[in-house]
């Protein structure tokens, strides 16, 4: 069993930065891609940003400029960091892993954690 555990989120004025963190745990041989997505009340989930094992980042085109996805692979953590942030960053923002465990790739969720935005 792998367990995500997400931690950083607040309440922040426009124009604030947050740093979301995200350590996945448990049986873990490898993890091939983290990343965000985020849930506004009424909306549906949507992707943040996304980075795999090779490196690569994908964001939406929301946050491009303003936030960034980085890995600590020794530490199987993804971090988000969040800069000029606006009312509609918030959400309930979810960690996300594609895990290999025992040989499968299987995909987790974290329980979210909340990111208001307002003065």
């Known amino acids: 069993q792998v367990q995500l555990v997400e931690s950083g989120g607040d309440l922040v004025q426009p124009g604030g930065s947050l740093r979301l963190s995200c350590a996945a745990s448990?049986?873990?041989?490898?993890?091939?891609?983290m990343g965000w997505y985020r849930q506004a009340p009424g909306n549906q989930r949507e992707l943040v940003a996304i980075?795999?094992?090779?490196?690569?980042?994908n964001y939406a085109d929301s946050v491009k400029g303003r936030f960034t996805i980085s890995r600590d692979n020794a530490k199987n953590t993804v971090y988000l960091q969040m800069n000029s942030l606006k009312p509609e960053d918030t959400a309930l923002y979810y960690c996300?892993?594609?895990?290999?465990?025992?040989?499968?790739?299987?995909?987790?969720w974290g329980q979210g954690t909340q990111v208001t935005v307002s003065s």
């Open positions: 996300n892993a594609d895990v290999w465990v025992r040989g499968s790739l299987r995909h987790y």
């Open positions: 448990g049986s873990i041989f490898s993890i091939a891609t």
């Open positions: 980075s795999t094992s090779g490196g690569s980042t």
